[in-house]
């Protein structure tokens, strides 16, 4: 009876405790997917300012990343739909969306307007992102409040009490004055706010929002959470327009990029990768949100659809143009919430190549050691723009079969290959670590003054290529035999004590207007050749090298700067 009741209790206790587990493991699982499922806005709330920032619910610095729809032709309007919103925050993984109306097109009919930006508010809502209402005028809009008025008052009234909402009462304004424009913009704050007190509004300023720092001087004061919009298109608005926001930011106003593009300013012209890149960063560093021009299929260089493209989505990278591929992966990059992230994470998409990538077999495992490493010269604190985020290949261009990103180093996993950056250098100070882990007797290289290959090539065209840590350069730059492997005065192992199979740093520093190309490996200068042949000095992108019979070969620490201010190495020591 005793060892029956003792079973029976055994038997009790383990049914017990299963059913116990099986309950706890059912509320984790429930509580997960409760977490999974939390949207951007649920998790940050309505958005405030705080000094010069754009804060979330607990007043942590929040920067949004998205796409502005494009009000100007039925190319962008077949946009202004429910599905097309689905795809932008769902595999874009946008967290903004700014919804362009343009003041005719609301006197024309304001019912049809109206219903235009309902149909993208109440898609933004469902999938948690915030919406961003923009009065779309470029000049004039002092000429006409009581439009604009009736227009924010009705979107208020509809959305105001959700946390999704932002305002910006006017788009561009070109050559008015800073105090007529502050005038028209208190007089849409003061229809907006009775309704809507607390939701942010973005307020245009003079010479299509490049005088943001003017506004700072003579800021609104009449209502809270007002941030400042600056617009820049790459190819024509670079580092003076940084240094108007940077001085608008020390004057204690928050900014917001609710337009720019990746062309020159007419929105066509010049594709500018590199210096989209510069502009991010900058936006990035100091938490300002931004929205891409334009959600539309044209054939201007800064949409982001090819002609024909399907208006409501997904999209695959056929239907993309460059800049739409280029301004949906960096979107993609700068997900934070828990179902955003990783590489599969738009699937069918090559928005990042990173370590979920790499199969285990061709994983190089990373010695201690190595992640122990400190680059002897500051890079980043001496002011220059990363070209490696650490974590994806964002920004470049390279067989994912060789080229990977394993504990915050770039790897070529198999030799005769290149991976280059998407923009193009020609005067610019490189500084880079390099290391080859195996086959120490090979070399790796930099390329640069070359060409882009094929679309699905992924050697490097016509170029000059330095070879750090190595005291050689080839030039690459014509067919036949090569012009010269240059033997440099100091010795690698012998008189620097390096050994390649280490990590080293390098400096590179190309000067187009001298032809010359100096290089310093760990602070001492190797390299100091003058090139003489003008066929050669061209822009073109930064190549990193795997040469023939490199199994691991690594590059990290990647830093650049663009037409460098001074005419000198910066880490030398000696």
């Not at 206790?13 to 059913?19: I, S």
């Given at each position: 009876m005793k060892t029956i009741?003792?079973?029976?209790?055994?038997?009790?206790?383990?049914?017990?405790?299963?059913?116990?587990?099986?309950f706890a493991c059912a509320c984790l699982a429930l509580a997960s997917s409760l977490l999974a499922d939390e949207t951007f806005v649920q998790k940050h709330g309505r958005l405030s300012v705080k000094g010069n920032k754009i804060v979330d619910k607990d007043s942590n610095p929040t920067t949004l990343h998205g796409m502005s729809l494009y009000c100007w032709a039925q190319q962008g309007w077949q946009y202004f739909n429910t599905s097309a919103i689905n795809h932008f925050a769902q595999d874009w993984k946008c967290t903004v969306i700014r919804i362009a109306i343009r003041p005719q097109d609301y006197r024309r009919d304001s019912t049809k307007e109206i219903n235009k930006v309902k149909t993208v508010m109440d898609a933004c809502i469902a999938n948690g992102i915030y919406g961003i209402i923009d009065w779309h005028s470029m000049r004039g809009a002092q000429n006409d409040v009581k439009s604009s008025q009736a227009f924010f008052s009705t979107l208020a009234t509809a959305y105001g009490k959700t946390p999704n909402i932002m305002y910006e009462p006017w788009n561009e304004p070109e050559q008015e004055s800073w105090p007529t424009i502050k005038k028209y913009h208190e007089a849409i704050i003061s229809k907006i706010r009775p309704i809507d007190p607390d939701s942010i509004i973005i307020c245009g300023n003079r010479h299509w929002d490049q005088e943001c720092a003017e506004a700072s001087k003579d800021p609104i004061t009449s209502s809270k959470n007002i941030a400042y919009s600056i617009h820049f298109y790459a190819a024509t608005h670079r580092q003076s327009l940084r240094n108007n926001g940077a001085t608008a930011l020390k004057n204690g106003v928050a900014l917001f990029c609710t337009e720019y593009g990746t062309s020159s300013a007419t929105g066509g012209g010049a594709y500018d990768p590199a210096e989209t890149r510069l502009w991010w960063n900058w936006l990035d560093e100091n938490n300002v949100g931004c929205a891409n021009w334009s959600a539309a299929a044209l054939g201007e260089t800064s949409a982001a659809f090819k002609p024909g493209a399907s208006a409501t989505g997904p999209w695959t990278d056929a239907m993309l143009k460059p800049s739409g591929i280029l301004v949906r992966d960096y979107i993609i990059s700068k997900a934070t919430l828990p179902e955003f992230k990783g590489a599969n994470a738009a699937k069918g998409q090559t928005a990042t190549i990173d370590s979920d990538y790499v199969p285990i077999a061709m994983t190089p495992k990373v010695p201690a050691a190595e992640k122990t490493y400190v680059p002897p010269f500051d890079a980043a604190a001496a002011g220059l723009t990363s070209l490696f985020d650490g974590k994806t290949l964002t920004g470049w261009v390279g067989d994912p079969e060789c080229w990977k990103v394993i504990d915050g180093t770039i790897v070529g996993v198999k030799g005769n290959q290149n991976i280059m950056t998407e923009g193009d250098y020609d005067n610019f100070r490189l500084i880079v670590s390099t290391r080859q882990v195996?086959?120490?007797?090979?070399?790796?290289?930099?390329?640069?003054?070359?060409?882009?290959?094929?679309?699905?090539?992924?050697?490097?065209?016509?170029?000059?290529?330095?070879?750090?840590?190595?005291?050689?350069?080839?030039d690459y730059s014509r067919d036949g035999p090569q012009v010269g492997k240059f033997t440099l005065s100091k010795n690698l192992?012998?008189?620097?004590?390096?050994?390649?199979?280490?990590?080293?740093?390098?400096?590179?520093?190309?000067n187009l207007p001298k032809a010359s190309v100096r290089m310093a490996i760990n602070g001492v200068e190797m390299m100091n050749y003058t090139d003489s042949d003008p066929m050669r000095w061209k822009k073109g992108p930064i190549g990193l090298q795997a040469h023939a019979g490199?199994?691991?070969?690594?590059?990290?620490?990647?830093?650049?700067?663009?037409?460098?201010?001074?005419d000198k190495l910066i880490t030398l020591t000696k």
């Open positions: 009741q003792y079973t029976h209790s055994r038997r009790f206790a383990a049914t017990r405790l299963a059913g116990i587990v099986a195996k086959e120490p007797s090979n070399h790796q290289g930099v390329g640069f003054w070359g060409e882009h290959m094929p679309a699905g090539k992924y050697g490097y065209g016509r170029c000059l290529d330095v070879m750090p840590p190595m005291n050689w350069m080839w192992e012998r008189e620097l004590k390096i050994k390649r199979s280490d990590w080293t740093q390098a400096e590179i520093l190309v490199n199994k691991d070969v690594r590059y990290k620490d990647i830093f650049v700067e663009v037409d460098p201010k001074e």
